[in-house]
């Protein structure tokens, strides 16, 4: 069992950055693979990147260039790092761990760019 929490959504402008955080209630040096993934009101939960146990990264293309996933087994976190936002990308951002066989989930933050 693991718990997961996310933290840093908000409300951002159009071009602006945020960093989401995603801290585990224990090591995640084992985990075979940490991921975020997104949903926007009325659609599928959508994976945006994944980091894996040896750092190997995956993005949707839609992001890219912008946004680069990171991992800190020293702090049990693994970090969102997102530049140039764009209306699009507001969603509740979700964060995911892949610990064979089993998938968890944290609960949550809500990610807006408007102007």
């Known amino acids: 069992q693991v718990q997961l929490v996310e933290s840093g959504g908000g409300l951002v402008q159009p071009g602006g950055s945020l960093r989401l955080s995603c801290a585990a209630s224990?090591?995640?040096?084992?985990?075979?693979?940490m991921g975020w993934y997104r949903q926007a009101p009325g659609k599928q939960r959508d994976m945006v990147a994944t980091?894996?146990?040896?750092?190997?990264?995956n993005y949707v293309d839609s992001v890219k260039g912008r946004f680069t996933i990171s991992r800190d087994n020293a702090k049990n976190t693994v970090y969102l790092q997102m530049n140039s936002l764009k209306p699009e990308d507001t969603a509740v951002y979700y964060c995911?761990?892949?610990?064979?066989?089993?998938?968890?989930w944290g609960q949550g933050t809500q990610v807006a760019v408007s102007s």
């Open positions: 224990r090591s995640i040096f084992s985990f075979n693979v």
């Open positions: 980091i894996n146990s040896g750092g190997r990264t």
């Open positions: 995911n761990a892949f610990i064979a066989p089993m998938d968890y």
